[in-house]
């Protein structure tokens, strides 16, 4: 398909590429606007850019939209497509642009075109009747547009200002063919289905309160699943030569001052005043790390250092960005700061790769990396962030690990590579991260002896696995939709005795487990066992053992698993150490 782009010029694309997709569905929201403005004369339009998955278009109309209105303006928007308009993109001086938006009534144009430079050309694109002040890129014509779908409403603050007028966002997505619709349009309701909010209620995790917008709290299920992710992660730790260090909640402004937070994210931090001295809650763990590695001598004989940290962070998010625990205030990060010499780079970070490659294995994710590069608000010299760049890059390679290189996303301090998931749905999720830093070991003056009987200052690993733990957990239960593998699931086995004289049988057998360290329940109630399989179905518990008269009389279980209609009958004993070994080996067996 052919593509308008901002100075005039004409491209083929497909939607396979990124400019292709994006410009289909930049064009989608035009179209969208133009039924908005048949249908609801009295509207106005504000901003309809393309995002990934979709696009979005922010309207100002003095009834809101609803749910109704939506299908109405999809019936709408396939007659625009239908009418095959051709988009026409023109240039106006600002004069005659401001008096074309005030003569068509956009109040939120005008504005725009008036914050424009000076010296910025004001291009617009109209198909048929109706005119968007828009730099494209866009498609040459609206039946290029073959599948379109209006997924949601949302409000939206003009400008993403909370002190202007909040607006209507309504949000879509379009494809070049209908089977790629309906394709994604089945991956969001298996999304709706696996909401790791909806499920976190249901199965007693995790809950929210407005008493702390994005502080989440942990309910007992919730800390079980939590404290087993911590186990592991506190396993392979110990195994890899990591030491654990914890430190404080709260350290005085010249340390942000020093590690370069305070100037370059001052306004993600919570403060507060003690002793007349200002203190901030920490939002990273690091500066801590480098107070711990400074606390006594180091020598060369005692690198690579590697400090493990889980360590619980906070960070102002605005309110509106906020999304269970995919999106919080406060949460764990499961940090490590390596502290090394140059030649030990490439080993410690092929070491963290690996690392992470293994728990992002065992969880069943598939992943793709980033390299990402110095950005423009950078400290530090160029021989330094050189020298990091080439590190990263020479661990990948040496790896043979393919990589997208993203250019200016790196941190403040140094470049990074960047892990993000594919979870069982095909999204995206980005989690892991390896940080190669030179800068914070120079502010903070921090140095080892080496062979030569010198003070040399080391380099610094920042490095997360599962990110925050918080975040992680909301991944994994969308991910395995709830259906946690056994040695994961907060409760492992629920016993079901068919009649209350099966209860002592069933109690002997629960103490034998949990003197295993099987996390198990029982259900007594007096209900039929059909429904007492569903309920335990509905708690997404590995595996139910239904226990009447002939398994009592044999020593036997009756074993049935989550997803199974069958049962199959095994000694009590057998079934322990069967669901032992899948335990111990993480279902690895």
């Not at 109405?72 to 497509?81: N, R, T, V």
């Not at 690091?286 to 590697?306: A, I, T």
């Not at 992680?472 to 209350?500: S, T």
């Amino acid at each position: 398909m052919k593509i308008i782009f901002h100075d005039g010029s004409v491209e083929e694309h497909s939607f396979e590429d990124e400019i292709g997709r994006g410009a289909l569905r930049h064009t989608a929201s035009h179209i969208l606007a133009q039924a908005v403005k048949r249908l609801y004369p009295d509207t106005k339009l504000a901003i309809g850019p393309s995002i990934k998955d979709g696009f979005y278009y922010d309207f100002d109309r003095d009834t809101p939209f609803t749910e109704e209105d939506l299908e109405k303006l999809e019936a709408e928007m396939k007659k625009i497509i239908k009418e095959n308009l051709k988009l026409e993109r023109f240039v106006l001086p600002r004069e005659e642009a401001i008096a074309l938006m005030q003569e068509r009534g956009e109040p939120y144009k005008v504005e725009l075109i008036k914050d424009l430079p000076e010296d910025e050309e004001l291009s617009f694109f109209k198909q048929g009747d109706f005119v968007d002040l828009c730099a494209g890129p866009h498609v040459t014509y609206t039946s290029a547009v073959k599948a379109v779908k209006l997924t949601s409403l949302a409000g939206a603050y003009w400008r993403g200002n909370e002190k202007n007028k909040m607006l209507t966002r309504i949000y879509g997505t379009a494809f070049s063919n209908k089977a790629d619709l309906e394709e994604y349009l089945h991956r969001m309701e298996e999304a709706k289905k696996r909401d790791h909010r909806k499920l976190g209620r249901e199965l007693g995790l995790f809950m929210l309160a407005d008493e702390g917008p994005g502080f989440p709290f942990f309910l007992p299920k919730g800390m079980v699943l939590k404290n087993t992710l911590i186990d592991y992660w506190r396993e392979i730790h110990n195994r890899e030569g990591y030491v654990e260090i914890s430190t404080p909640m709260m350290l005085n402004r010249q340390l942000w001052e020093t590690s370069g937070h305070w100037d370059h994210y001052k306004e993600n931090m919570y403060t507060t005043e003690i002793d007349d001295t200002t203190f901030a809650i920490k939002p990273m763990n690091c500066p801590g790390g480098m107070l711990v590695y400074k606390s006594e001598l180091r020598s060369y004989r005692d690198l690579p250092l590697r400090m493990g940290e889980l360590g619980l962070v906070h960070r102002h998010e605005k309110s509106g960005t906020l999304h269970g625990l995919m999106r919080v205030r406060c949460f764990t990060q499961d940090d490590a700061h390596i502290f090394m010499t140059a030649d030990q780079i490439t080993d410690e970070i092929k070491g963290v790769v690996r690392l992470i490659d293994e728990v992002y294995s065992l969880f069943g994710f598939k992943y793709h990396v980033e390299l990402s590069t110095r950005p423009e608000n950078s400290i530090g010299s160029d021989e330094d962030w050189e020298l990091a760049t080439e590190g990263l890059r020479q661990a990948l390679n040496e790896m043979n690990l393919d990589y997208i290189v993203n250019e200016g996303d790196g941190a403040f301090y140094g470049p990074k590579i960047d892990f993000h998931l594919e979870d069982s749905i095909g999204r995206t999720w980005q989690c892991g991260t390896i940080q190669l830093d030179f800068q914070l070991p120079m502010r903070f003056h921090a140095e080892y002896t080496g062979a030569d009987g010198q003070k040399h200052q080391p380099i610094m690993i920042h490095r997360v696995v599962f990110g925050s733990i918080e975040r992680f957990i909301g991944i994994l239960i969308e991910h395995y939709a709830g259906k946690f593998p056994a040695w994961l699931a907060p409760v492992q086995v629920m016993l079901l005795p068919i009649a209350d004289r099966n209860n002592d049988y069933a109690d002997g057998i629960v103490a034998k487990m949990k003197q295993a360290g099987i996390r198990c329940e029982i259900d007594k109630r007096q209900e039929k066992t059909g429904f007492k399989i569903r309920e335990a179905q509905l708690a997404k518990v590995p595996y139910m053992l239904v226990i009447g008269d002939k398994e009592q009389e044999s020593g036997t279980v009756s074993v049935r698993k989550r997803d199974s209609n069958e049962t199959s009958v095994m000694q009590a004993d057998a079934f322990i150490e069967m669901l032992l070994n899948e335990i111990r080996s993480r279902g690895r067996s």
